[in-house]
Structures are given as structure tokens and as C-alpha cells.
């Protein structure tokens, strides 16, 4: 699982547990200013994941780590889609981060009050 929050103009994402070791990444801290928005999406784990590399795919089990997409490097670390959010970026090594949070509501909610408009 992840925790999402807000750090002055940074949004990080800090792995929790195993799945440090699964995504082979602790933590990734984008500026807002690069944050297009967040959506709760239990159902993108069904959809093409891309290449990955490196990373963990069991399907139906979990996905982490950086997969490779047409639209760019997609970081993953989700086991229960039902928590799902998407975190859409510009400008950054990663398009978009997919992670299990605990309150995907509230955690879209937290990105979008603090991502800038305009």
C-alpha cells in the first residue's frame, strides 16, 4: 500500500511494507505543479499493463514497479484494485502512478485541493 500527501508543493508517494520491495521503489515526490489531476480506478488492473521493467506481475495478485506504455513509464503498486487510484502527471519520468491507498476518495480529494488551477 501507499501513502499519498502533500509536502509544500510536492505530492509523495511513500511505499509501505513489502511493497517497497515489489515496486523496487520506497518513495517518488513529483512538484504539484506537474500533477494533472487523480481519479479512483478500481478497474484500470484489467487493462494492458505495458512492459515491464522492472518490476512484479502476478495478474489478479499484484502489479509493481515501472512498466513501460506508448503514453510513457507508468508506476504501479496495487494487490487490491478496489483501492486504486490514478495519478496523472506532465513532465515527469513517470505519466501516471497507480497505487493502493488506504481511502482512495480521500485521497483524491487531498490531490485535488492541493494540485494548482490553471
Keep these: 500500500m501507499a501513502q499519498v500527501s502533500i ?4 505530492l509523495v508517494v511513500t511505499m509501505e511494507g513489502l511493497d517497497r ?3 523496487l521503489k520506497s ?8 500533477v494533472r489531476g487523480a481519479t479512483a480506478d478500481p478497474g484500470i488492473v484489467r ?3 505495458g512492459v515491464r521493467a522492472p518490476g512484479t506481475h502476478f495478474p489478479g495478485v499484484i502489479t ?4 513501460h506504455t506508448r503514453e510513457g513509464r507508468v508506476f504501479w503498486a496495487v494487490r487490491d484494485a478496489a483501492k486504486a487510484v490514478v495519478i496523472e502527471l506532465t513532465g515527469e519520468r513517470y505519466a501516471r502512478l497507480v497505487v493502493q491507498v488506504d481511502d482512495p476518495r480521500a485521497t483524491v480529494a487531498l490531490i485535488e485541493q492541493a494540485v494548482p488551477v490553471g
Design 7 to 10: 509536502d509544500g508543493d510536492r
Design 21 to 23: 520491495v515489489w515496486a
Design 27 to 34: 518513495a517518488v515526490t513529483v512538484p504539484l505543479a506537474h
Design 47 to 49: 487493462g494492458r499493463k
Design 64 to 67: 509493481a514497479g515501472t512498466f
